[in-house]
């Protein structure tokens, strides 16, 4: 199964380099733009996806910005003007559920709307948007000597999620659990609270990112069921179904925070911490193979699929979150196929 492909934009952004605040800027992909994106030879999309962030660069084509545009890579060395500051730059999926690559002087002070980013030494930083994510978001960098850029108002493409509507349930099929049940759910709550409580802010999500386990793709990211005239919570992941047993991976580089075996909802859960609000979870797990504290790099065998907690069959649950907001992992990993 095909699904949409969101233009990436990679683009130096044009900070008016001034001590003032100028009129916020607009930054979205121009057709022009668009099209050297997705017609190239080699579309920056596939080489920021398959080959992680240590892929080789490219570029938009001389002369259409600033300057020549480079592909995952964050390489200030490479990226910088002779003589010049280098312009801040960023990459991803400008759509809700899209995860956003960035990198700036390091130093710099960097928000988006009212939060302060992690920014690490080498001046990278990540944020999201949401599945609800309105049309626009600010971007505002601050550069160690106090330099204030001109605000950027990034333009977030609107996504159709699936949503579907039953009605005529019976009250006790949608919404109904035992008291044991109901303190084992209040008991996942707090464990995944504590998991979440110190963060780390190193960027593991430099790795690159892998799927966890490959095979046919059975749920994504944003349906919704409407029971009985009551939204229920959206799917905040993708699943895969394979058969029991088989090896769960870790798809980046990170610390395990959380790893259980009887959760309520999830069943076998595992949480990686990626770096600077970047965390996985993965569901369902038949086995569990490591501990909360590890640190585990791409491609590690974390545990098994199984179908444990609240599930229909075997397969994994794969979401990817950043801070409070609920990203799409489909969109960081190379396309997987149904067949």
Do not use: C
């Amino acid at each position: 199964m095909s699904r949409t492909r969101y233009a990436v934009l990679m683009v130096a952004l044009a900070f008016p380099l001034t001590p003032d605040i100028a009129n916020a800027d607009t930054l979205a992909a121009t057709p022009e733009d668009e099209a050297k994106v997705n017609n190239t030879a080699t579309s920056m999309k596939d080489l920021m996806r398959e080959a992680g962030l240590s892929s080789s660069t490219d570029s938009l084509g001389e002369g259409t910005l600033m300057m020549d545009m480079k592909v995952a890579q964050l390489d200030t060395s490479e990226i910088r003007p002779d003589g010049g500051i280098t312009p801040p730059t960023l990459a991803g999926d400008f759509a809700q559920g899209g995860l956003i690559i960035g990198e700036t002087m390091p130093g710099s002070t960097v928000m988006l709307d009212d939060m302060t980013l992690d920014v690490d030494a080498e001046g990278r930083f990540i944020f999201g948007f949401d599945r609800d994510h309105p049309e626009t978001a600010v971007l505002r960098i601050t550069y160690p000597d106090g330099t204030i850029l001109a605000p950027q108002t990034l333009n977030v493409e609107p996504r159709d999620f699936k949503i579907e509507r039953i009605d005529g349930l019976p009250d006790n099929k949608v919404n109904q659990f035992t008291p044991e049940e109901e303190q084992k759910i209040v008991r996942g709550i707090e464990l995944k609270k504590a998991a979440r409580e110190n963060m780390q802010k190193q960027a593991d999500w430099t790795s690159g990112f892998e799927w966890p386990v490959r095979g046919r793709i059975s749920g994504v990211f944003g349906s919704q069921r409407i029971l009985n005239g009551v939204p229920r919570r959206f799917h905040s992941g993708v699943d895969v179904a394979v058969p029991t047993g088989t090896d769960l991976r870790a798809p980046a580089d990170g610390i395990v925070t959380l790893a259980e075996d009887d959760m309520y909802f999830e069943g076998g859960l595992v949480f990686i911490d990626h770096g600077q609000g970047l965390e996985s979870a993965l569901l369902h797990m038949s086995r569990v193979d490591v501990q909360a504290g590890q640190r585990v790099q791409k491609g590690d065998v974390i545990g098994a699929v199984g179908a444990t907690g609240r599930a229909t069959g075997p397969h994994v649950h794969w979401s990817l979150k950043w801070r409070d907001r609920l990203l799409d992992a489909q969109l960081v990993v190379p396309e997987m196929s149904n067949d």
